[in-house]
């Protein structure tokens, strides 16, 4: 049998040197394999916080979907509201016209008048403290969601500014 010798010049044996590397590759065998084990297990975990985002991400679409719609409402109040306003302009300019007509008419506003133009600027008092109670509640309802967003940030470790 061919034989080799170490660094002190002792002799070894082929076989047992081959035995002593095969020993040695089978336990860093070991170790890898205890290694693949631990990635794959960071693997799922990974895949499982993946899950998680894919949930939030999910939640955050909803959200942004809700404030689409309360955005659509907005807009559809502002339209409602120049509508509004053109209108009671557009009365305001026929209230003049008629007041103007008959001022012309008597010099003076009798009773029946000043009653009809008390009775149209209450009706749009009315109007206006409804649309601004409407505004309220839109506000209040947009501030909610916010908080909610935030809340969901919060809980989820993403970070939103209020800009």
């Not at 693949?36 to 693997?43: R, T, V």
């Not at 942004?64 to 659509?72: L, Q, V």
Request: glycine share 2%; charged share 40%.
């Amino acid at each position: 049998m061919p034989q080799t010798s170490d660094q002190n010049n002792n002799p070894i044996d082929l076989r047992e040197l081959a035995n002593l590397i095969n020993d040695r590759f089978t336990q860093i065998d070991a170790r890898f394999d205890k290694i693949d084990d631990k990635f794959a297990q960071i693997d799922a975990r990974f895949d499982k916080i993946d899950d998680k985002f894919v949930q939030i991400d999910a939640r955050f679409t909803q959200i942004d979907d809700r404030f689409d719609k309360i955005d659509d409402r907005f807009d559809k109040m502002d339209q409602a509201n120049c509508e509004l306003l053109e209108f009671l302009g557009e009365q305001f300019d026929k209230m003049n016209a008629k007041i103007d007509t008959k001022a012309d008419k008597a010099d003076t506003a009798t009773k029946e008048d000043i009653n009809l133009v008390l009775n149209r600027i209450a009706m749009i008092n009315t109007k206006t403290d409804d649309y601004r109670a409407e505004q309220i509640n839109m506000q209040r309802q947009v501030d909610k969601h916010e908080r909610w967003h935030f809340q969901v940030a919060e809980k989820t470790g993403v970070k939103l500014s209020s800009d």
